[in-house]
């Protein structure tokens, strides 16, 4: 075992003390991003764990995001959840950044729901959507994998062909029409920030395959690919990205809506989580 899968066996031993589940693991880990963080409230029995008290855990997040980890019953699943989650851009290495998806994988999760805030670059698209992500292009300039590789983690190279799970995807699109949510279904370019892309850049971006973009997400797919979790990710789209609505971006904004729609995003979030067949996990 190398360092990466102690600091990940560390990190996990301290959390299973603490899990509400009478010694069974979780089934699913949820980051949740921004305008999702009330999602947590809803979880039943809940056992709240500040990142500060993780080992290997950053302490610090972005506006909008709370710095804990939540883990009990929702949609009577055995859920840990991240309310909140650690950026590149706020100066984290991209190994801090795997190593919570990691700790799920080694707590036992099956699943890792990763939802966020993103700027819709597909002109389909409008803002309040929420797109199902098929899968992503990374353009953040780096790669959490860089670096040495611990095989006790993962392959040294890591399929990437189908990091978003296909039997997810199809669970979300049932629970999203059955609540009457349309759901946009797209690719996810992540992309390093904070600042926010050029116009040029967003028409770059369209050319080469991009329907939304966004900060976050893509390190932790990657990880969660490498280690062997099913990915399903889900954007909500905050504002239409930069030189598309004729006025200036602004993250206030990109909060404001993220939690005017909160409560549509977290009931499809719920509904997914109660639909997953878990029921041999
Ligand atoms: N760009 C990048 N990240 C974002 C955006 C955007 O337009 N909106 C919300 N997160």
Known sequence: MGKAMQAVQTAAACIAARLPFGGKAPQLALVLGSGLG?????????????????????????????????????????????????????????????????????????????????????????VGDIMLITDHINFMGSNPLRGENDDAVGPRFCDMSRVYDPALQAVAAQVAAGQGIPLQKGVYLGYMGPSFETPAEIRAFRTLGADAVGMSTVPEAIAAAHCGLPVLGLSLITNMAAGMAGKRLDGQEVLDIANARGPVFQALVAGIVEALPCTSW
């Open 38 to 126: 009330g999602l947590a409230g809803r979880i039943e029995g809940a056992a709240v764990i500040p990142y500060a008290e993780i080992p290997g855990f950053p302490a610090s997040t972005a506006p909008g995001h709370a710095g804990r980890l939540v883990a009990g019953m929702l949609g009577g699943r055995r859920v840990v959840c991240m309310q909140g989650r650690f950026h590149y851009y706020e100066g984290h290495p991209m190994a801090d950044i795997a190593l919570p998806v990691r700790v799920f994988k080694a707590l036992g999760c099956h699943a890792l729901l990763l939802t966020n805030a993103a700027g819709g670059v597909n002109w389909a698209f409008n």
